[in-house]
């Protein structure tokens, strides 16, 4: 018997069961990557059941399928490009109304439909009964409830998805009808987009043109620009009969039958919830307790996530240390022997000591803070802050967690919704000083100089962030940021699903930033081996030793910190040949030393996960301007300073 | 035709009421330029016009509004909050 391919889509709001569903499905069967060429996540997973082999996406949470976001254009295009056998629409029964305005959507984009009524257990605790068989007669869609995290009804889920496949007849929900000025011009628009060849439905196309969507209207104008006049015509007149824009009076009635349709489905009747997420809400949003809770949460956070990753990471660099002898042996200390050690493994190791320990409990704490709902009382507290500097309050997260290493800080930009706040953030993260370049500011600066320059240092870096963020706001083109985000009552995270989740995430990076880091590695390396260093070192002497005043052998230890920062200064000591920097460093070199070391390019797999994630080209542009930035100010920086002492 | 009559009393900025006050949602202002995602945003989220806003305090040092809207519970920034225009929902045993 051949086997039979299926694609199953999971559709559906932000926070409603999506991913656990998933994982109950997938089990280990999954690969979580990006959506080619766009910093949205895209996980997929197949799975064996009943002689089909099914392949299912979890496709990212929306609130609509307009074109607001990238997250909403890319599952749009999901749906109607590659067409799944069946959309499963995972709904939240705690918030039946606003969930069911997606699913209308859904349904004019005339494609196959089930419904998952999910997190039924926290609906009833709020009180709300809905009649599962009434919703279906509603909408003529088969729903069923689920509770995910208890696993029920997740099998029954999946036979009545491959049923309706099976049975191969067109779907037929209900009609969505608006108000009649509405309807008789989709009508009227409908019968012209009927005459064109295009992969949307034809009424969906007439709908959203009215709408103004851009993306449907853009490709509607290359093939009859005719339609496109014509809907302006007609969205005029619903203006005017109705003193609201036309998407404005569409987007009210699509709401008004989501209203209906869930007042009739569901009862509403008093909550036997003890109201303890309610007080936890209330606690962690209080105007002054919530900021310290807020603090200590992130202290622990922080802490956790740099106690195992430091303790990790030296056992690990410990235990590849041990092959040191065994690799020299096998190749020699000739060249071969240095490139392949050195350059290779050398390499190898420092992606997977430095990286793994940090990112994968970051990867699984920012999960569960984001699954639990915590993070958005965050982005609730600190958006007025985070303001000042053109970001929302969501941007707090990645920043602060770029002080232990950018690496996460930049991985949780994710959480950011439009690509342009995304990129701001990933920016001002790069410019947080990690615990590589504490080492550097306190083991230099802090140590020979007194702490006290090292504060002053640190308050620099922030006016830096400050300026030069609010500078990368005002040119990067865009709409200005605004907070608009949902807290959705606290839930108990489904620890199953976040550890599969971290490591898939965490397999996704290896594959992309190890081979650059061992790359830039090898570089170094057979830089070295060709004696190419000190050359290097004269080439740069005229910005090292003219432009900011440093020794020569100081531009080899800046190559090298390109790899790892916190090796900058045992580097920095072998080179000058003693541990006593007071003796070969005057003050103001060491200020300018560490300034320049603080900005003047992020580390390899900083790079990498910038590549990863915002692609080549803004990865280097990013690099670039930090290394000319870094240059100029430490040049600045010791003219001011000689002409102070 | 006018329909906008449905609607009793003067228009404010959602800002404008206090903790613990209900508002009904007459429009955001947005034109076709900067604010106009952010705009359909609001309304994806359940902020149409007609749709009734609760709000339920806000964040320090004018931070961003917590308001309930249509069973679910938003932050939003207070820019944002400010282009939402709404008129006070009154309680029936209110003076005039
Ligand atoms: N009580 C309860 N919690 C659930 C249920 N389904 C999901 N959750 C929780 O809701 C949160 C969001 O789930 P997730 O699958 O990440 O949502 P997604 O954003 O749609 O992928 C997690 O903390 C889950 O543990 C459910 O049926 N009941
Ligand atoms: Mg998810």
Redesign the interface.
């Known amino acids: 018997m051949s086997k039979r391919k299926l694609t199953i889509a999971l559709a559906g709001n932000a926070n409603v069961g999506k991913s656990v569903i998933f994982n109950h499905l997938t089990g280990l069967h999954q690969h979580i990557g990006n959506w080619p060429g766009k910093t949205v996540e895209r996980a997929e997973g197949t799975l064996h059941f009943k002689g089909y082999t099914i392949d299912i996406i979890d496709l990212p949470g929306i ?2 399928l ?1 074109t ?2 990238l997250e909403e254009l890319v599952s749009r295009k999901y749906i109607v490009v590659e067409r799944p056998d069946i959309v499963i629409n995972v709904v939240d029964a ?5 969930n069911l ?1 997606f699913t209308l959507q859904l349904i004019e984009l005339e494609t196959p439909l089930i419904i998952a009524l999910n997190q039924m257990d926290i609906a009833k605790k709020k009180g709300i009964e809905i009649e599962t068989e009434k919703l279906e007669k509603l909408l003529s869609i088969p729903v069923l409830s689920t509770v995910a995290i208890k696993g029920v009804g997740i099998s029954k889920l999946l036979e009545k998805a491959i049923e309706i496949v099976e049975k191969e007849e067109k779907p037929n929900p209900v009609e969505i009808k608006y108000g009649e000025e509405v309807e008789s011009r989709i009508a009227k628009l409908t019968r012209m987009v009927e005459e064109i060849q295009f992969w949307y439905p034809p009424r969906y196309v007439a709908i959203k043109l009215l709408e103004g969507d851009e993306e449907i209207s853009r490709e509607v104008q290359r093939i009859a620009p005719k339609i496109i006049s014509t809907a302006k015509e007609l969205a005029t007149e619903i203006e005017e ?4 824009s036309c ?2 009076v569409i ?2 009635e699509r ?2 039958i989501a ?1 209906c349709i869930a007042r009739e489905a569901q009862k509403l009747v008093p909550p036997i919830k003890p109201p303890i997420e309610e007080k936890l ?1 209330n606690l962690t ?1 209080h ?2 307790l919530g900021y310290p809770i807020m603090v200590v949460l992130l202290l622990l956070v922080f802490y956790s996530i740099f106690a195992f990753g430091g303790y990790t990471s030296e056992l690990l660099n410990d235990f590849f240390y041990n092959f040191e002898s065994f690799f020299k042996g096998l190749f020699g200390t000739g060249v071969a022997g240095e490139l392949v050690w050195g350059g290779i493994i050398e390499g190898i190791i420092a992606g997977i000591t430095i990286a793994l320990p940090y990112i994968t409990p970051f990867y699984l704490i920012l999960g569960i803070l984001e699954d639990s709902g915590y993070l ?1 009382r965050i ?3 600190m ?2 802050i985070m ?1 000042k500097i053109g970001l ?2 969501k941007a707090f997260i990645p920043m602060m967690l770029g002080y232990g290493c950018n690496v996460p800080g930049i991985l949780g930009c994710r959480i950011i919704e439009t690509e342009r706040e995304k990129l701001l953030a990933a920016f001002v993260t790069t410019l947080v000083p990690c615990a590589a370049r504490t080492v550097i500011i306190l083991g230099l600066v802090g140590h020979y100089i007194g702490i006290q320059y090292a504060l002053i240092l640190y308050v620099i870096d922030l006016l830096i962030i400050f300026f030069l963020g609010r500078l990368a706001f005002k040119t990067l083109p865009g ?11 606290y839930k108990v995270p489904h620890l199953k699903t976040a550890l599969k989740q971290t490591w898939f995430r965490v397999a996704d990076f290896i594959k992309i930033a190890l081979p650059l880091i061992v790359l830039g590695s090898l570089a170094i390396k057979l830089a070295e081996v060709l004696n190419l260093l000190e050359p290097i070192a004269t080439v740069l002497s005229p910005i090292t030793v003219m432009w900011l005043g440093l020794p020569a052998i100081t531009g080899i230890t800046l190559i090298f910190g390109v790899l790892r920062k916190e090796l900058m200064l045992i580097m920095l000591a072998t080179l000058l040949g003693t541990t006593n920097f007071a003796l070969v460093l005057t003050p103001v070199e060491m200020i300018v030393f560490t300034l320049v070391a603080m900005f003047y390019i992020p580390c390899m797999a900083t790079i990498a996960v910038l590549v990863n994630e915002f692609g080549w080209k803004k990865a280097l542009f990013i690099t670039a301007f930090e290394i000319v930035f870094a240059i100029t100010i430490g040049g600045v920086v010791l003219r001011v300073l000689t002409l102070a002492v | 035709m006018e329909r906008r009559t449905k609607f009793e009393g003067s228009e404010l900025p959602l800002t404008a009421l206090r903790n613990g006050e209900t508002g009904i949602v007459t429009s955001i202002k947005a034109g076709r330029g900067e604010c106009w995602g952010f705009k359909r945003r609001l309304m994806d989220m359940g902020l149409t016009p007609g749709a009734e806003v609760v709000v339920v305090k806000s964040a320090p040092f004018l931070g961003p509004l917590e308001v309930t809207v249509r069973g679910s519970r938003l932050a939003l920034g207070r820019g944002m909050a400010e282009r939402i225009l709404v008129v006070r929902k009154k309680g029936c045993l209110r003076e005039n």
Do not use: C, Q, W
């Open positions: 609130y609509s307009s607001y976001s705690s918030v039946l109304e606003r305005f009969l109705h003193s609201h998407s404005t987007t009210s709401y008004e209203g809400h949003t105007k002054t958005s982005a609730f507290l958006d007025n303001h929302h309050g709409e200005p940021t605004a907070l608009i985000i949902e807290m959705h009552d």
